[in-house]
């Protein structure tokens, strides 16, 4: 799993053809960081619309702060 905030490339022990089916369910927390997400979008308070996504602003390996304050509606495409 590529993560675009950090640069890092992640291994997920599962192969591409049943990530969304196993991948996901055994490793949503790391994959998804649903609770970080959460407390976004609490803030937010706007549903993302299609294409948008969750994006650092600064990404974490220029020096971002891994921090919802530096989180910013993204085009998914363009991220």
Known sequence: MLEPGTAEALEVPVAFS??????LEDY??????PEFFAEWMAARQEPL???EC???KVPLF?????STSNLEVSDTEVY
């Open 54 to 56: 969750a994006g650092y």
């Open 49 to 51: 619309r299609f294409p």
């Open 18 to 23: 049943r990530f969304h089916d196993a991948g």
């Open 28 to 33: 949503y927390d790391a994959c998804l960081a």
């Open 62 to 66: 220029l020096g971002g702060e891994d």
